[in-house]
């Protein structure tokens, strides 16, 4: 946060009477404190629009006179705003008795008896003063939330202004376009501001957290409602650029050997839960099952996806099939599928008895943001999600429907050739602090994105060194400084992440990298972009996942 301007930290000083105020200004100019004193009441609420950090009020100034000025003043503060005031009294409790009834109007006050120490003054400004800056603190941060929404929505906006523009284009040649043509040039649309926009929602969403973190410490008031607002509809915005990245065949892809049975079975209760007590659902799983090659995590998602779209097409109930099967594929069929290889696939399809889909719309199925679904009950990215998950992985999908009888869709993924390996997972009881002395370099070209991860890893001990782009890192690798680990965006301008990785292990053939990226071309497919020691997450990530994940690759 930058320096407050002095007239936010001082002190406004009310009493009129005797020597009290001279001795109060007196004390804090040597205690190194700013404060001004007030003639009247008048005075202090003009120079309260000045702005304060505190009011210091002797009891007897707001006896006899028109108070509702101030009043006005502190009831019409913003929601983050609880103005600390002490009041001072006499000694002997008589008075102060008389003026606890000022507690309730005033709000956030403190009673100082008279005469009164000068440790005891100070101490009792310091208290105030830091509390005063955590409201500071909580200001600036509604502000950047505010300014980060309202980012947000204009780049939603846009977005949607260019699909629907785009999409308009592909309808006038849609009789001379083939489908995976129109596929492909949506998916580079909405490809080419899935970085930006993910580096905006990391911003919100690691912003809130910190916001919570720091707020949790001082008495912030009817702050929990709207951090839970910000995060809710951040993590929404994610989960459309996610589906965005799938559609267009640029995602981050962990592809790797999966028992597709094991996954369904293990997913039976969600899939149950996903569907109403009408529907009956029924796995027909192959006992001898190849293994498959994918991403575990996009599959789980794209047959969730499915099954919703399955128990959408049954409103009155019915029957919903899984089914698990080996598929040999020929040149014959996959000659008209362009890009798909003959070969061993494991089929995975959902079927229903369902509404069934007309044969004129059957060929826009796959496009983004089409649905069949009333306005407000689906985005239109479920399918091509799974079409675009499908192509990435060197598969295929099909549908086909009928009216009155159902729909049947078709997943085919490539079968892994060789063992399953156990899954790594991270030791849930190691705790993510630093040891002394891990230092981390941080390179970024968003200053929020920075700001932020070298925030919570300073929080867990962790030392860091910064830079905004490749340029500036390499004299930091090339120095003496130590390095247990680089954290670094892959879209970085001039030398990307990846190229600087390659440089940066020249110099130090022991470097670990993490990547953290929101969209990365030739980052799509992890097989073929990490090296051993080199991991990547995909924005937004939680603080959880970061902090877990660097303090594995350091550990390992």
């Not at 400004?125 to 603190?137: D, F, H, K, N, W």
């Not at 559609?247 to 209760?269: C, H, W, Y």
């Not at 930091?476 to 892959?490: A, G, H, T, Y």
């Not at 991991?535 to 690759?553: C, G, N, S």
Request: aromatic content about 4%.
């Amino acid at each position: 946060m930058t320096p407050l301007p002095s007239a936010f930290e001082r002190a406004i000083i009310l009493a009129p009477l005797g020597r009290d105020s001279s001795l109060a200004l007196m004390m804090l100019k040597q205690a190194g404190y700013h404060g001004v004193v007030a003639g009247s009441l008048d005075d202090l609420c003009t120079a309260l629009n000045e702005g304060a950090g505190l009011l210091i009020i002797a009891a007897e100034a707001l006896r006899g006179v028109n108070m509702e000025p101030l009043l006005e003043f502190l009831h019409q503060q913003p929601a983050w705003s609880d103005l600390p005031i002490v009041l001072m009294t006499h000694h002997g409790g008589s008075e102060q008795n008389g003026s606890s009834h000022l507690s309730g109007l005033l709000g956030n006050v403190t009673f100082l008896e008279r005469p009164f120490h000068p440790v005891t003054l100070i101490s009792l400004v310091s208290t105030a003063l830091r509390g005063r800056r955590r409201q500071y603190e909580a200001r600036d941060r509604l502000i950047d939330l505010s300014q980060s929404e309202l980012r947000l929505q204009r780049t939603l906006e846009t977005l949607e202004q260019q699909v629907e523009e785009r999409t308009a284009q592909l309808r006038n040649n849609e009789e001379a376009l083939r489908q995976s043509q129109k596929m492909e040039a949506v998916g580079q649309l909405t490809g080419g501001i899935a970085h930006d926009f993910n580096n905006m929602l990391t911003g919100i969403i690691g912003s809130l957290e910190l916001l919570r973190r720091r707020v949790s410490r001082g008495k912030l008031d009817d702050l929990d409602s709207l951090i839970d607002l910000g995060v809710t509809s951040a993590n929404r915005a994610a989960s459309l650029t996610h589906r965005l990245l799938a559609f267009s065949r640029r995602q981050s892809l962990d592809s790797k050997p999966v028992a597709i049975n094991q996954l369904v079975t293990s997913m039976g209760e969600l899939l149950q839960r996903s569907i109403n007590e009408s529907i009956a659902l029924d796995m027909r799983l192959d006992n001898a099952l190849w293994t498959a090659e994918a991403d575990p995590n996009q599959l789980e998602s794209a047959l969730l996806n499915l099954v919703i779209n399955a128990r959408d097409a049954m409103p009155g109930g019915g029957r919903l099939t899984v089914e698990t099967t080996n598929r040999h594929l020929d040149s014959v069929f996959t000659a008209a599928y362009g890009t798909l290889k003959p070969g061993d696939y494991v089929e995975l399809s959902v079927s229903d008895t369902g509404c069934g889909i007309p044969e004129h719309l059957m060929g826009r199925v796959f496009d983004p943001f089409f649905t069949t679904k009333p306005i407000g009950q689906g985005t239109g990215l479920g399918l091509s999600m799974i079409y675009g998950f499908a192509r990435q992985s060197h598969g295929h999908v099909t549908i086909h429907s009928e009216i009155g009888k159902g729909t049947t869709v078709s997943l085919f993924l490539p079968r892994c050739i060789g063992e399953m390996k156990p899954q790594e997972t991270l030791n849930p009881t190691s705790l993510p602090f630093a040891t002394t002395g891990e230092t981390v370099l941080i390179v970024e070209d968003d200053p929020a994105v920075r700001v932020l991860v070298s925030t919570v890893l300073k929080e867990l001990g962790y030392g860091f060194v910064e830079a905004q782009d490749a340029d500036s890192a390499l004299p930091i690798i090339e120095s003496e400084q130590r390095i247990d680990l680089m954290i670094s965006d892959v879209g970085l301008p001039g030398m990307n992440g990846r190229q600087l990785a390659e440089i940066g292990r020249q110099i130090r053939p022991q470097l670990k990298v993490l990547f953290i990226t929101g969209y990365a071309e030739h980052a799509a497919v992890r097989g073929g972009f990490l090296d051993p020691g080199m991991q990547l997450i995909t924005k937004p990530f939680t603080f959880d996942l970061l902090t877990a994940t660097v303090r594995d690759m350091i550990q390992a």
